[in-house]
C-alpha cells in the first residue's frame, strides 16, 4: 500500500544481533511484588508505576522488514514544510494540511479526518525557547518516557465519532477505520530523547491494562479518559529510530477495527544521552489520523 519510499535497503538482518542502547522506561506494575524501583509518572498518579532500564534495538537495519499490520510501526520517507517553524499553531496547521492528503493517498483510503486536539508538538526541557517564544502552550508536551498505548480498543469508534461531531462532518458507514498516528523529530540529529517502539508480535493482551488518564492541557485541564499502559516483560522486543532526520516519518497505528490486524504500537520515549551525550534537545510533532475505508 502506499507509495512512499522505505527509509533502507532490502538486506535480511538477524534482529537479535541489532546493536542496542539501554534506555529506562516506566511500566504499569504487574503485581504488588514485582521487583522494579517504584516511579512516579506525572497525571498516572493512580496507577503504580515502575521502571525498568530496557534494551532498546536501533530498527534501521530492518526498516524495510517493519509492517503496521505485524509489528505496529513503521519508518518512510516523507517530505514536510514545518521544518524550522517553531510557532505551534502554524505547525499544527501545516501539518494536519499535508498529512491528511498524503495519508489518503497512502493508505488509498476513502477518506481521512485529522484529530484536531491530538496533534501537538514536543520538547525536551532543556530546549531553548524560540526569539520570540512559544504560543499555545497547551499544544506542547515534554516528552512521555512511559510505555504506552493513547487509545484503548473500545474507545476508538467513540473518538472517530466525537471528532466528527465537533468538526461537524456527518457520519458515514464504513468497512474498517484505523487511527494512524504520524511522528516526525523537528530537530537536528541526534535527538536526546528519541521514541521507543515495542514490536506488537512480542506483546503479549497480559501486557496491557486499561487506566485513568488526568489531562493536563489547558483546554482540557483535569478531564479524565481512558488510555492502555504495558506491563513489562522479558519477552517484548523494543525499536528506536536513531538520527531521524526532518524528511523522515513513523507511522504506528494506535487503533484498528478489522481485528486481524489488530497489533497496535506500544510506545514511549526514553533518555539516550548516556550513547548520544552530545545530542539535541528533541523537538517533534505528532498527529493522529482516523482513516477510513468505504
Not at 30 to 55: C, F, G, H, K, L
Not at 255 to 277: E, K, V
Request: hydrophobic content about 35%.
Amino acid at each position: 500500500m502506499g507509495h512512499a519510499k522505505r527509509a533502507t535497503t532490502m538486506t535480511q538482518v538477524n534482529r537479535d544481533q541489532l546493536e542496542t542502547v539501554q534506555g529506562v522506561i516506566a511500566f504499569g506494575r504487574r503485581s504488588p511484588d514485582e521487583a522494579a524501583p517504584a516511579v512516579e509518572v506525572p497525571t498516572y498518579d493512580q496507577v503504580p508505576m515502575v521502571s525498568y532500564d530496557i534494551p532498546i534495538r536501533d530498527a534501521r537495519p530492518i526498516a524495510h522488514e517493519l509492517s503496521l499490520d505485524r509489528e505496529g510501526f513503521e519508518l518512510i520517507r516523507q517530505k514536510s514544510s514545518c521544518e524550522g517553524l517553531h510557532d505551534p499553531e502554524v505547525v499544527r496547521e501545516k501539518y494536519m494540511d499535508e498529512m491528511v492528503p498524503f495519508i489518503k493517498d497512502y493508505f488509498n483510503a476513502s477518506w481521512v479526518v485529522p484529530r484536531r486536539s491530538g496533534t501537538y508538538m514536543r520538547r525536551s526541557a532543556g530546549t531553548a525557547l524560540p526569539k520570540n517564544g512559544w504560543n499555545s502552550s497547551e499544544l506542547l508536551r515534554e516528552p512521555g518516557g512511559l510505555a504506552h498505548i493513547d487509545y484503548p480498543p473500545i474507545a476508538g469508534p467513540m473518538i472517530a465519532a466525537a471528532e466528527n461531531q465537533v468538526q461537524g462532518i456527518p457520519i458515514r458507514p464504513y468497512s474498517r477505520m484505523m487511527i494512524i498516528q504520524a511522528w516526525r523529530a523537528l530537530s537536528p540529529p541526534p535527538q536526546d530523547f528519541p521514541l521507543a517502539f515495542c514490536d506488537a508480535s512480542t506483546l503479549a493482551p497480559s501486557d496491557i491494562s486499561v487506566v485513568e488518564y488526568v489531562s493536563n492541557l489547558r483546554n482540557e485541564a483535569n478531564s479524565v479518559s481512558k488510555t492502555t499502559v504495558i506491563h513489562r516483560d522479558e519477552k517484548q522486543r523494543w525499536y528506536y529510530f536513531p538520527d531521524m532526520l526532518p524528511d523522515e516519518l513513523i507511522l504506528f497505528k494506535g487503533y484498528d477495527s478489522d481485528t486481524h490486524y489488530a497489533p497496535r504500537a506500544a510506545h514511549s520515549a526514553f533518555d539516550n544521552r548516556r550513547a548520544q551525550p552530545g545530542a539535541h534537545p528533541r523537538e517533534s510533532i505528532e498527529g493522529r489520523f482516523f482513516v477510513y475505508f468505504a
